[in-house]
């Protein structure tokens, strides 16, 4: 056989792939989403999202998330804001004002899409709020909220770094821009965003900008927005100080007022408990709590950082996955501690009143206020974050002869009698074992530390790659204005770069802010 023959045999041995081609499954297409895949009855009482004329977009997000009725801020704001009207709304944490305010911007940003060239760092809308793990909060609702919509949204926060945040500015629009007032006068110092063409401004918990000095920051903000008249303003505050009214005077223009008071918080779902003790028997009772049956997923607040980091090397003594959130955690340790505390790996979460202001975990059974927090308005935060999502929970709180006095004014606030037992009641409540052990509290330091985040325990951390350098020739804005002294100025402010947050790379766990909140009343 010659070559040429043995070349034809082979060449007819192998299969001839051409001549059956495969052909490529192909995906098939869902139908179309429609409201008829949304049905929620009508509730008397209750207002139903469906009873807006909210875009179909939009609506799908609403039914991903499962919501189906409008709370009361909710129910009595959208009437008012999806006219284009301005609002001064008072409501507490865990009412659901977010998503009020998230619900008007979006439907607007839809009705009105811009046809024109648009400029990158161009924000259609602001929201401020006063602490990181707020802005970044609002900024995943954001996104949870318009992942059907293509509107893209960033969220700007100091402790991360600057360099990520404005490479996302650069490569992507803005639609919806969220953040604290020093990074956001950071980015507007240096010219890599631009505020005016802002349609909606959202101020959230303008008390307790307030609180934290950046009422000035806030100002310079609003002065490069569009005027009051072409820009809808939308302002939240827990409540109606005079200081409060004469800002919203300012920045709005005729408002609607519309008062959720604390009484409407859904507390009905909140068994609170109060325990007499003293201060050497604390910790001792606290053991006993979290060694119950029922104790599942628990925070435990303290109005100090010193406090929390003795509570927290204590509990981690004895053998419990307890995480720390204080303003004396670098950033990115905060962003894994939390996610750590909502997907059940860590237990406890011992805290300051500045992760309060922003921790949405779902399941959390029980809220121990260590200390009595000195606003009573931090009550109602502290305990909400139990009871969420139609769930039960429980608060306990130590009253002690140092915080005692601070039960009334919280009384005053919700406007009942909070029931006082004494910690003998505590093994039936509880169903906790008999030994509590024998640690005192002696050594959980009661002395006045005002927690404010120390910026050179920033420091760069290899596996998150987050890198925070001094940027001296960026305006201190807190200093330029006057107004916060050192101990007031977290690392918001722009004194180093921090990092934004885009919508494709938001960290779901958050982080606590740069300054505790209870520091201005707290320190020494």
């Keep these: 056989m010659t070559l040429t023959e043995q070349a034809e045999q082979l060449k007819d041995s192998v299969p001839d792939t051409k001549a059956t081609p495969t052909r490529p499954r192909r995906r098939r297409r869902s139908p179309p989403w429609s409201l008829e895949q949304f049905v929620v009855e009508p509730c008397e009482g209750k207002a139903r999202f469906h009873d807006f004329e909210l875009p179909l977009k939009l609506m799908r997000g609403v039914a991903a998330l499962g919501f189906e009725y409008c709370t009361p801020i909710q129910a009595a704001s959208l009437p008012y804001t999806l006219n284009g009207h301005d609002i001064v709304g008072k409501a507490?944490?865990?009412?659901?004002?977010?998503?009020?305010?998230?619900?008007?911007?979006?439907?607007?940003?839809?009705?009105?899409?811009?046809?024109?060239?648009?400029?990158?760092?161009?924000?259609?809308?602001?929201?401020?709020?006063?602490t990181r793990e707020l802005a970044l909060q609002i900024a995943e609702d954001a996104v949870q909220l318009t992942r059907f919509t293509g509107l893209k949204v960033h969220a700007l926060v100091g402790g991360m770094e600057y360099a990520k945040q404005l490479k996302r500015l650069e490569t992507t629009h803005c639609d919806i821009l969220v953040g604290t007032p020093g990074r956001l006068l950071d980015f507007a110092n240096n010219r890599d965003i631009y505020l005016d063409q802002v349609e909606a401004l959202v101020i959230d918990e303008a008390d307790r900008m307030l609180d934290m000095g950046f009422i000035p920051q806030v100002r310079r903000l609003v002065r490069l927005t569009p005027k009051?008249?072409?820009?809808?303003?939308?302002?939240?505050?827990?409540?109606?100080?005079?200081?409060?009214?004469?800002?919203?005077?300012?920045?709005?223009?005729?408002?609607?007022?519309?008062?959720?008071?604390?009484?409407?918080?859904?507390?009905?779902?909140?068994?609170?408990?109060?325990?007499?003790?003293?201060?050497?028997?604390?910790?001792?009772?606290?053991?006993?709590?979290?060694?119950g049956?029922?104790?599942?997923?628990?925070?435990?607040?303290?109005?100090?950082?010193?406090?929390?980091?003795?509570?927290?090397?204590?509990?981690?003594?004895?053998?419990?996955?307890?995480?720390?959130?204080?303003?004396?955690?670098?950033?990115?340790?905060?962003?894994?501690?939390?996610?750590?505390?909502?997907?059940?790996?860590?237990?406890?979460?011992?805290?300051?009143?500045?992760?309060?202001?922003?921790?949405?975990?779902?399941?959390?059974?029980?809220?121990?206020?260590?200390?009595?927090?000195?606003?009573?308005?931090?009550?109602?935060?502290?305990?909400?974050?139990?009871?969420?999502?139609?769930?039960?929970?429980?608060?306990?709180?130590?009253?002690?002869?140092?915080?005692?006095?601070?039960?009334?004014?919280?009384?005053?606030?919700?406007?009942?009698?909070?029931?006082?037992?004494?910690?003998?009641?505590l093994l039936s409540d509880m169903g906790a074992p008999g030994a509590a052990g024998t640690d005192s509290d002696s050594d959980v330091s009661q002395q006045s530390v005002p927690d404010v985040e120390d910026t050179s325990n920033l420091t760069s951390v290899a596996d998150d790659a987050v890198s925070v350098e001094a940027k001296p020739e960026v305006l201190d804005v807190g200093e330029a204005d006057g107004v916060m002294p050192d101990s007031e100025i977290s690392d918001d402010a722009p004194k180093a770069p921090a990092t934004p947050v885009g919508v494709d790379d938001i960290d779901t766990s958050s982080n606590a802010d740069d300054t505790d909140p209870t520091s201005n009343s707290n320190s020494a």
């Design 293 to 425: 049956d029922n104790v599942e997923s628990v925070m435990v607040f303290a109005n100090r950082r010193d406090i929390c980091r003795n509570l927290h090397d204590k509990l981690r003594k004895k053998g419990l996955k307890v995480g720390l959130l204080s303003g004396d955690v670098p950033q990115t340790r905060r962003i894994k501690t939390l996610e750590g505390f909502k997907n059940g790996s860590t237990r406890v979460m011992v805290a300051t009143d500045v992760a309060g202001r922003g921790i949405h975990v779902d399941g959390v059974s029980h809220v121990i206020n260590y200390t009595l927090p000195e606003e009573p308005e931090d009550y109602v935060h502290r305990i909400g974050r139990t009871g969420r999502a139609g769930r039960t929970g429980i608060s306990i709180s130590f009253a002690c002869e140092d915080d005692a006095f601070l039960l009334e004014p919280i009384e005053k606030l919700l406007g009942q009698k909070l029931n006082c037992t004494m910690p003998d009641d």
């Design 92 to 130: 507490q944490t865990g009412t659901g004002k977010t998503a009020a305010f998230l619900l008007s911007i979006v439907t607007d940003l839809l009705n009105h899409p811009i046809e024109d060239e648009r400029f990158l760092g161009e924000a259609r809308s602001l929201i401020l709020a006063p």
């Design 228 to 291: 009051n008249c072409d820009r809808q303003t939308m302002l939240y505050s827990a409540t109606f100080t005079q200081d409060v009214l004469r800002l919203a005077e300012q920045w709005t223009e005729q408002p609607a007022q519309i008062e959720i008071g604390a009484d409407r918080i859904a507390t009905d779902s909140v068994e609170q408990k109060i325990y007499i003790t003293t201060a050497d028997e604390k910790f001792q009772l606290l053991n006993l709590i979290l060694s």
